[in-house]
């Protein structure tokens, strides 16, 4: 079991660091922005939201999952029950965690007029460290030798 972070595999390492960063990005107030150039009396106008409303709170979350499953895989495996594809479930939550985050930003409507809307500076950050994440879990789901769940079937092949 590594107890030191130097120890730990480079795959491991980058998707710890992605979704740390991740985390701290969704706190910042420019993961949309909204902004308004008004020819009305020179009025400038711009407001930002973090990556914690809507369903971009879901992506973020499964992020956070992702690199929660991760660590406990690094630091304390022995807690995890056995027979779960533990690199597949963090590879698939930031998949998904990635793809709503990005979903949510380009989505969220309005626009014209002079307003524009979309995603701000800590939004694109955001979508690379939780691409990160994602690039960085697959490598160890990759690394890990972990299978695809079999579907079963209850029919039999046709002849």
């Known amino acids: 079991m590594a107890a030191d972070f130097k120890a730990l595999d480079k795959n491991v390492q980058g998707a710890l660091i992605a979704g740390g960063l991740a985390t701290i990005l969704s706190f910042i107030s420019s993961y949309i922005s909204v902004s308004y150039d008004g020819k009305v009396a020179g009025l400038d106008l711009s407001y930002g939201i973090s990556a914690w409303h809507s369903y971009a709170t879901l992506g973020i979350l499964l992020v956070i999952a992702a690199t929660a499953i991760l660590a406990l895989k690094a630091f304390a495996a022995d807690t995890l029950p056995d027979g779960v594809p533990w ?18 930003a380009f989505t969220i409507g309005g626009g014209g007029g002079g307003i524009s809307v979309g995603p701000g500076w800590s939004g694109y950050a955001l979508f690379i460290a939780a691409a990160a994440l994602t690039y960085f879990a697959f490598g160890e789901f990759k690394k890990s030798g ?6 079963k079937t209850d029919t039999p092949p046709a002849a």
Request: proline letters at 4%; charged letters at 20%.
């Open 87 to 104: 690199n597949l479930a963090a590879f698939g939550a930031a998949a998904l965690g990635l793809v709503l985050l990005v979903l949510r």
């Open 146 to 151: 972990d299978k695809l769940p079999e579907r």
